[in-house]
C-alpha cells in the first residue's frame, strides 16, 4: 500500500508551491519517502538523513485532506529507488528542494507501475527509452500531482 499527500500552498508556510510525500508499507518493509530539507543540527533518530511525517505536517501547518492510496504497485522497487536517491544526496537538499518534490512522488510512483526512472538501468533500450519519454511529462506543480494521482486511480486501476 502506497499513501500520497499533497500538501496545497497555504498561508501558514507563507505562500510556499506546497509539498508531497509518499509513505510506503508493505510485506517487505516500508518508509516515508519526503525529501524535506532539515537543519543540520537536529536531532535525528540514527541512520535518519531525511525528514519524518511528523516533520512535514509541523512545516506545512497541519496533516492534509489531499490524500490518494494506491494498491498493486512495485513497493520493492520503489524502496529500491527511494534508497539510490536517499542516500548522500538527502545530505545535500536544501529548502528549495520542497518545490521538486511533485516531480519526486510521481517519479516513485512512475517506478511502482514498472516504468524506468533510474539513470542507470540494466532493462533494455526500449523499456529505458520509455521511461524517459514518461519522466519528461512528470509533475511539477501541486495540481499536475494531484491531476496524476486521480488519473493513476481512475484510468490506470493501480
Avoid at 519526503?34 to 505536517?57: C, H, M, N, Q, Y
Amino acid at each position: 500500500m502506497v499513501t500520497l499527500r499533497i500538501w496545497h500552498p497555504s498561508r501558514t508556510n507563507g505562500h510556499g508551491p506546497g509539498f508531497a510525500s509518499l509513505n510506503i508499507l508493505s510485506p517487505s518493509g516500508g518508509a516515508y519517502l519526503s525529501v524535506r530539507a532539515f537543519k543540520p543540527g537536529e536531532a535525528r533518530p540514527i541512520g535518519s538523513k531525511t525528514a519524518t511525517l511528523a516533520d512535514d505536517i509541523k512545516a506545512e501547518g497541519g496533516d492534509t485532506p489531499h490524500i490518494w492510496s494506491f494498491a498493486n504497485l512495485d513497493e520493492e522497487r520503489m524502496m529500491r529507488v527511494w534508497d539510490q536517491l536517499k542516500g548522500l544526496a538527502a545530505a545535500q537538499w536544501k529548502a528549495d528542494t520542497t518545490q521538486n518534490s511533485f516531480h519526486f512522488c510521481d517519479m516513485v510512483l512512475a517506478a511502482g507501475q514498472g516504468y524506468v526512472v533510474e539513470a542507470i538501468s540494466p532493462d533494455s533500450l526500449s523499456d529505458r527509452a520509455k521511461g524517459a519519454l514518461h519522466l519528461a511529462t512528470l509533475a511539477f506543480t501541486f495540481s499536475a500531482l494531484t491531476a496524476n494521482a486521480e488519473n493513476y486511480l481512475k484510468v490506470k486501476h493501480w
